[in-house]
Every structure is written in C-alpha cells, then in structure tokens.
C-alpha cells in the first residue's frame, strides 16, 4: 500500500508562485512514476505534469509548460511540483499521483494506481 500526503496549495495571486510537495510512503519499487494532475470546478481531473522515479524523464501539459517544474527529492521520498506565472486559470485542487510503471509520459486519470487527497490552488486575478 502506498500513502501520498500533499501540501503547500492555498491563495495566490496571479503572477505568483506556489510550491506543492507530495510526499510518499509505503511499499518500495522502482519503476514507478510520480505525477500532478488538477480539477477546476465543473471539469474533468486533467494531466498537469509526470516525473519517471528511475529515469528522471519528464513530461508537462502545454499550458504549464515553461511554468511548472516537477522534482523529487530521493531522501525524502518527496515530489515538488514548482509553479510560478500563476494564471487564474491554474486554479483548481492538485492531486498527486503514482503509477506502478510509469516513465514520465502523460497519462489520463483513469491510468493512476494511488492518489493524494488534493491541495487547493486558488489564483486571484
């Protein structure tokens, strides 16, 4: 079993930054991948962002692209996702993700084997 605790969502305002950290316990592997997805009200759970833990491969939806960096920490056992730039548009809750094999590539939802509970992002414009 794998728990994935988030923090560091809340307000920011547009041109911000925000930093979210996802930090994972549980079962040891090592094929699998970390990520970031978001839902705004009213709209589907959308790809933000994905990190391969072996390969260190990335991969960010466009409108993130330039804005967004996602990191881990191997001590720590710990995913950032940096954001900076914040558009109104960014808002919506951030959920952590891990798949058991999984490279870095973009994946949909549906694919996810664990998520967080999800971290509030509000941009203020």
């Known amino acids: 079993q794998v728990q994935l605790v988030e923090s560091g969502g809340g307000l920011v305002q547009a041109g911000g930054s925000l930093r979210l950290s996802c930090a994972a316990s549980g079962r040891a592997f090592t094929s699998h991948g970390v990520g970031w997805f978001r839902q705004a009200p009213g709209k589907e759970r959308e790809f933000v962002a994905a990190?391969?833990?072996?390969?260190?491969?990335?991969s960010y939806e466009d409108s993130v692209k330039g804005r967004f960096i996602i990191s881990r920490d191997n001590a720590k056992n710990t995913v950032y996702l940096q954001m900076k730039s914040l558009k109104s548009e960014d808002t919506g809750v951030y959920y952590c993700?891990?798949?058991?094999?999984?490279?870095?590539?973009?994946?949909?939802?549906?694919?996810?084997?664990?998520w967080g509970q999800g971290t509030q992002v509000t941009v203020s414009s």
């Open positions: 993700a891990l798949k058991w094999i999984w490279a870095g590539t973009p994946a949909p939802p549906r694919d996810i084997d664990y």
């Open positions: 990190l391969g833990w072996s390969s260190g491969q990335t």
